[in-house]
């Protein structure tokens, strides 16, 4: 298990919160919330049928049945009355898991929610974007993922943050300096007593090469020390650069990022989803995500070839940023 997990898990259990996971019909989610009971990491709600869903220590609901749906529903239609929602067609939404199981985070009856095992990034972003929106000052949801590598060598130890690598298809310069910002705040929550240093990365550096990406990229560089100019922060980087200190010698020796990234953030989700996924697969490591920044309350999605341990992870997480958003 890597540091940083232990430091997660530890924090979870010394002040317990309230997580639902609304794929009860999933067993890696039934697996996973054993273990998770068992470390006690979390109070846990899960959603699905009680006949069936056997997790001593988890409170099973079923939101077809729940007690609260119909002041969930209530609640529902009254934020979506704009769109013109109306009080049954609210009563239906509630039967779907992860909505019912987003209302409860959204009334007090949940610190958090953690879904994406069977269903898509989609399904569980908006029914948080509608219901518990932004945080207050975010212009920007995005998604990263915290990787444990077992190259020590790089970033934290071998600990390091990739963004975005989940729901940004192609954001422009101004939307990709946001995506860097809010992933160096979220590196100094997860990582506290480690600096955040902001690598943008494209195939160019430092304007070696030209095209669109370069391009954008370094515009993002300059908006996002424009609004930040105290965080380390530079690029464009190629990734060799970013990383290893020789290679930043030869390509970037001025940079006070090069060589020492902690955070890489990809010029789109083409190239970071394809980036994170190399390292985990050839290259060992443990991918904790993806996780969001910049909901008001804490909605982390799962990848679908995620494992009952993956899941563990993002719960512990997610307990963590419903402790720190206190």
């Avoid at 309230?18 to 019909?25: R, S």
Wanted: proline share 6%.
């Amino acid at each position: 298990m890597s540091d940083f997990l232990d430091r997660m898990k530890a924090a979870a259990k010394s002040d317990k919160k309230t997580i639902v996971l609304p794929e009860g019909e999933d067993p890696r989610t039934i697996e996973a919330a054993k273990k998770i009971i068992e470390e006690g990491l979390a109070e846990l709600v899960i959603l699905g049928d009680p006949d069936v869903i056997d997790v001593p220590g988890a409170t099973v609901i079923d939101p077809r049945r729940a007690e609260k749906k119909q002041a969930y529903a209530e609640k529902f239609a009254e934020l979506r009355a704009k769109k013109g929602v109306t009080l049954p067609e609210a009563m239906e939404q509630m039967n779907d898991a992860t909505y019912f199981g987003t209302m409860m985070v959204k009334m007090g009856d949940a610190d958090g929610l953690v879904s994406g095992a069977c269903h898509s990034t989609a399904n569980t972003l908006r029914p948080a974007l509608q219901i518990l929106k932004t945080a207050p000052g975010t212009k920007l949801v995005s998604a990263f993922f915290i990787m444990c590598t077992k190259t020590p060598q790089y970033g934290a130890e071998g600990t390091l943050l990739f963004a975005d690598c989940g729901l940004n298809i192609n954001p422009n310069a101004d939307e990709l300096s946001e995506i860097a910002l809010a992933s160096a705040e979220s590196w100094k929550a997860f990582m506290p007593g480690e600096e955040p240093k902001v690598a943008m990365l494209s195939f160019s550096t430092m304007g070696s090469a030209k095209g669109d990406v370069p391009t954008k990229v370094q515009e993002a560089v300059k908006l996002a020390n424009e609004k930040n100019p105290e965080l380390a922060l530079d690029g464009d980087l190629q990734l060799d650069a970013a990383l290893v200190q020789s290679v930043a010698d030869l390509k970037a020796p001025s940079s006070k990022v090069a060589g020492n990234a902690n955070i890489l953030v990809f010029p789109d989700l083409e190239a970071g989803n394809i980036g994170y996924k190399l390292v985990q697969r050839f290259g060992g490591a443990d991918a904790y995500g993806p996780i969001l920044q910049g909901i008001a309350k804490p909605v982390n999605d799962l990848s679908r070839g995620c494992s009952a341990d993956d899941i563990v992870g993002v719960v512990a997480i997610t307990a963590v940023q419903a402790q720190m958003a206190e």
